[in-house]
T-cell receptor, first 116, second 113 residues
Framework: DTGVSQNPRHKITKRGQNVTFRCDPI?????LYWYRQTLGQGPEFLTY????????KSRLLSDRFSAERPKGSFSTLEIQRTEQGDSAMYLC??????????????FGPGTRLTVL | AQSVTQLGSHVSVSEGALVLLRCNYS??????LFWYVQYPNQGLQLLLK??????LVKGINGFEAEFKKSETSFHLTKPSAHMSDAAEYFC???????????FGTGTRLTVIP
């Protein structure tokens, strides 16, 4: 299967701990997006990369959040000093630049974070 | 800025009945519109999309949607509901050059046997 993959699928952590999620996009896709989905809500945009460059960050991405895509392939999203409000599903999506202009994105299965 | 309103956070239909999930969008420029389905603890699967061209769009699993500019709507329909259609459905909007999708709050579809 050559779709978007995310690891881990589930993460339970205690408040104050750091967590890191990984996203592997579809191999030829140069754009990669992170979204957050809280219970009962639709996904909300966090940030996106074109190749290794992080080109846009939402105001939802507080200083405790950092995302990287060091080689323009996989990406990591780290949350430092987690809070209970960080509990959510974190979704990754990827796209080709030629498709991205029309909004076409392919989503991974998500990582569900629970902060106790 | 773009936005989406999904009317009805929960919709229940009987198996075999018509499914109608409502989506209205707001955009100052021509929109691109999408419907995604999400099963419990899963990611988003694209059902169908409108970018340009024909306003009646057919998707997977027998779903279709019609882009109505005059009504700023993109309602999702399926003639006959199946038990496997029970899931959460999200409408989303984007525009040319935007770097993200704007999602509605979702509609949970329940199919009653």
């Amino acid at each position: 299967d050559t779709g978007v993959s995310q690891n881990p699928r589930h993460k339970i952590t205690k408040r104050g701990q750091n967590v890191t999620f990984r996203c592997d996009p579809i191999s030829e896709h140069n754009r990669l997006y992170w979204y957050r989905q809280t219970l009962g809500q639709g996904p909300e945009f966090l940030t996106y990369f074109q190749n290794e460059a992080q080109l846009e960050k939402s105001r939802l991405l507080s200083d405790r959040f950092s995302a990287e895509r060091p080689k323009g392939s996989f990406s990591t999203l780290e949350i430092q000093r987690t809070e209970q409000g960080d509990s959510a599903m974190y979704l990754c999506a990827s796209s080709l630049e030629s498709l991205a202009g029309r909004g076409e994105q392919f989503f991974g299965p998500g990582t569900r974070l629970t902060v106790l | 800025a773009q936005s989406v309103t999904q009317l009805g956070s929960h919709v229940s239909v009987s198996e075999g009945a018509l499914v109608l999930l409502r989506c209205n969008y707001s955009s100052s420029v021509p929109p691109y519109l999408f419907w995604y389905v999400q099963y419990p603890n899963q990611g988003l699967q694209l059902l169908l999309k409108y970018t340009t061209g024909a306003t009646l769009v057919k998707g997977i699993n027998g779903f279709e949607a019609e882009f109505k500019k005059s009504e700023t709507s993109f309602h999702l329909t399926k003639p006959s509901a199946h038990m496997s259609d029970a899931a959460e459905y999200f409408c989303a909007v984007s525009v040319w050059g935007a770097n993200n999708l704007f999602f509605g709050t979702g509609t949970r579809l329940t199919v009653i046997p």
